[in-house]
């Protein structure tokens, strides 16, 4: 089969070939490319909650490209506002200056945000918008006569991103190692994985017990450390590293209380969350805390266009209102007319179609379909929330006892991960923490896709056991 693009058409071999000469791939190991396999997946095509290889097979898009797709392949609509952007005004910066789709968009991000959180200073990804808010951490404590509040809090095997300053947030120290010394400052809490309660040595009795020992750590930390030293708390409303860990009841509430006690800035980082995964534009909105800065990027623009954003509270901005000062920070592509041209009409589809609605609605039977795999004895736990949930998988379900490295290399790698593709379903198989299978398909599909990726991890993971 060949595969043709607007300018070449190609053959698989040669696409193949190409890639291994040329294409340095994020995240993975160069090596698929390089000893003689089969290569690396080529993916040519989206519709919906679909996507199609270079040879022609179907997939269900079971993680929505990588937490992006929201609003589902192939909206010829968000593609028709794009190429209308670009004609008009392909690009210009809003360095000093101003254009209006970046205008339109910060008003109606402001208008979704809480409280007043209504300035927004745009990136073009989620590193960049987290990169943002530890940077004016920091600048906004040493205008407030402060300058020893630099250090900055988030959670054991959270991810924050990749650039150096987000990777000081990122508490997942085998991303790390190889890049030190990042950017000093992170300190790291436990996170709220009530499955591993008693692993963290903590009560296991009831959630809200669990919740409020998982955010006292909070408090620890920072009298450990000294309030007059800490800038910020970063949190994801659900976090994602480690496989779906949502907030115990009545978490956030009392993070907010920590923060305030102390005069720490609390930092919502929603890069995954935002936009519909949990049901609602903002996260934050679903669990009932308002923070002071919240970090978005991926589903804004469904992944048709790149951007990111860090919205700030009233406070936060007070002292850039008046007078000469400047946050010497920004990006070329920051606010790209294209992208929030695309990121306003994406979020038109979302009202009109009421895909947050959707989520709320469906979420507990998702949930229920895929609790349905607990009778196999490799799942140990099924969590999550809204359409973002994670399938930890264990060698003994009595004892909770997970694989060992050895283990979870040829079981996620050597097995899982390819055994999931061939078997029609595209999702992560995660192995930073013990191994899960995550799944954050669009928000378009419903009860009968989640019937069918139940099907198939079902097929897979009995396999899977059969080989252990």
């Known amino acids: 089969m060949s595969t043709t693009t607007d300018r070449h058409a190609r053959t698989e071999a040669e696409l193949q070939q190409m890639a291994k000469d040329h294409l340095w791939m994020h995240f993975a190991?160069?090596?698929?490319?390089?000893?003689?396999?089969?290569?690396?997946?080529?993916?040519?095509?989206?519709?919906?909650?679909?996507?199609?290889?270079?040879?022609g097979k179907q997939y269900i898009d079971g993680l929505a490209g990588l937490f992006v797709v929201n609003a589902g392949h192939g909206r010829r609509r968000l593609a028709e506002v794009a190429a209308k952007q670009a004609e008009t005004l392909a690009f210009f910066p809003i360095w000093s200056y101003a254009h209006p789709a970046a205008i339109e968009l910060a008003d109606r991000l402001a208008e979704y945000a809480p409280g007043d959180l209504n300035h927004v200073f745009f990136s073009t990804g989620g590193g960049e918008a987290v990169e943002t808010a530890f940077k004016l951490a920091?600048?906004?404590?040493?205008?407030?006569?402060?300058?020893?509040?630099?250090?900055?809090?988030?959670?054991?095997?959270?991810?924050?991103?990749?650039?150096q300053g987000a990777l000081a947030i990122t508490g997942i120290p085998a991303m790390k190692a190889m890049f030190e010394p990042v950017t000093p400052g992170g300190f790291r809490v436990p996170n709220t994985n009530f499955y591993r309660a008693a692993d963290m040595g903590a009560p296991t009795?009831?959630?809200e017990e669990f919740g409020v020992w998982a955010a006292d750590r909070i408090e620890e930390m920072i009298q450990f450390e000294g309030p007059d030293t800490v800038a910020a708390v970063f949190l994801e409303p659900v976090q994602n590293s480690g496989g779906c860990f949502p907030p115990p009841p009545g978490y956030f509430q009392r993070v907010r209380e920590i923060c305030d006690k102390y005069d720490v800035l609390l930092v919502s980082d929603e890069v995954i969350c935002a936009?519909?995964?949990i049901g609602h534009m903002f996260a934050c909105d679903a669990y009932g805390y308002e923070p002071d800065m919240i970090t978005c990027a991926k589903?804004?623009?469904?992944?048709?266009?790149?951007?990111?954003a860090t919205i700030v509270s009233d406070k936060i901005y007070e002292p850039f209102r008046t007078g000469d000062r400047a946050f010497y920070h920004g990006y070329t592509f920051g606010g790209h007319p294209v992208s929030a041209a695309v990121a306003l009409e994406n979020l038109d589809i979302f009202e009109e179609e009421g895909l947050n609605e959707r989520v709320r609605e469906n979420s507990p039977i998702f949930r229920s379909t895929l609790e349905q795999l607990k009778d196999l004895p490799i799942v140990g736990d099924v969590r999550g929330d809204g359409y973002f949930f994670g399938i930890e998988l264990v060698k003994d379900k009595a004892t909770k006892e997970t694989f060992d490295d050895d283990e979870s290399e040829r079981l996620l790698r050597g097995f899982l991960s390819k055994a999931l593709f061939d078997a029609g379903l595209y999702c992560r198989a995660d192995d930073r923490g013990d191994p899960v299978i995550q799944l954050a398909p669009p928000l378009t599909v419903g009860p009968s896709e989640f019937?069918?990726?139940?099907?198939?991890l079902r097929?897979?993971?009995?396999?899977?056991?059969?080989?252990?």
Not at 451 to 456: A, C, G, P
């Open 299 to 308: 589903g804004m623009t469904s992944g048709y266009s790149p951007i990111g």
């Open 29 to 55: 190991r160069q090596s698929v490319m390089e000893e003689g396999g089969p290569g690396v997946p080529i993916i040519v095509k989206g519709e919906g909650h679909h996507i199609w290889d270079s040879k």
């Open 459 to 468: 097929s897979v993971l009995t396999e899977a056991w059969t080989r252990l």
């Open 138 to 163: 920091k600048y906004y404590w040493k205008l407030q006569g402060q300058p020893t509040k630099h250090k900055v809090i988030s959670r054991a095997v959270a991810y924050h991103g990749t650039p």
């Open 205 to 207: 009795g009831s959630l």
């Open 451 to 456: 019937t069918e990726i139940e099907q198939i």
């Open 275 to 277: 936009f519909g995964r």
